[in-house]
């Protein structure tokens, strides 16, 4: 599986966008860009995930370049609940396991 | 559905004790998976199964036993409690490997070892 490259940490003030980037620049064409998060102590959450077209779900987008090389989630409106580490991974078609490495911490902040 | 749940929530054992940590699902998914994460680090994956009776190794299987009788049921053992074992523990489930899958994982189990 690709590897990810994800900043260590990132603020952001409740109520505005929280954009998360990303970069994955050895992504092969069957691997598809999921992201989830971990607040603190808890099970690690799915968000969304997607191969090459932006998504949207009730949580969040994702947008990834044309060239698939990076994306990046958006959190449309931060809450302070929303405070967690945010984990890129990619993913074979086909896989077993979620690599994950040491992800952002997102600080929403009032 | 409960989803994913786990026991016991927090354990402290002494070197070279055993215990088992559970894990049961009610999402009838054929694959399951454990994980650990040491302190301020990300998940590994320790070992999984794909269905009942078929387990196999992850990246840091050494030191832990897995069984799979049940679609419901992926206990972890640990036989020879080491230091080096401290860490929470993470189950997962999902209903196939493919790609589009979603794991979703348990609440973890925190484990110190003295």
């Known amino acids: 599986d690709a590897k990810t490259t994800q900043p260590p940490s990132m603020d952001c003030a409740e109520g505005r966008a929280a954009n998360l980037p990303c970069n994955h620049s050895?992504?092969?064409?069957?691997?598809?860009v999921y992201w989830y998060r971990q607040i603190h102590s808890q099970g690690p959450q799915y968000i969304i995930h997607?191969?090459?077209n932006n998504e949207t779900n009730e949580m969040a987008s994702l947008i990834i370049t044309e060239d698939r090389k990076s994306s990046t989630l958006i959190l449309p409106h931060a809450t302070l609940r929303d405070t967690a580490v945010y984990y890129c991974?990619?993913?074979?078609?086909?896989?077993?396991?979620?690599?994950f490495g040491a992800g952002t911490i997102l600080r929403v902040k009032s | 559905n409960a989803g994913v749940t786990q026991t016991p929530k927090f354990r402290i054992l002494k070197i070279g004790q055993s215990m088992t940590l559970q894990c049961t699902q009610d999402m009838n998914h054929n694959y399951m998976y454990w994980y650990r994460q040491d302190p301020g680090m990300g998940l590994k994956l320790i070992y999984y199964?794909?269905?009942?009776?078929?387990?196999d190794k992850g990246e840091v299987p050494n030191g832990y036993n897995v069984s799979r009788s049940t679609t419901e049921d992926f206990p972890l053992r640990l036989e020879l409690a080491a230091p080096s074992q401290t860490s929470v523990y993470f189950c997962a489930s999902s209903y196939s490997n493919r790609g589009t899958d979603t794991q979703y994982f348990g609440p973890g189990t925190r484990l110190t070892v003295l």
């Open positions: 199964s794909v269905g009942a009776g078929i387990t």
């Open positions: 991974i990619v993913r074979s078609g086909y896989g077993n396991k979620l690599v």
């Open positions: 050895t992504i092969s064409g069957n691997e598809y």
């Open positions: 997607g191969l090459k």
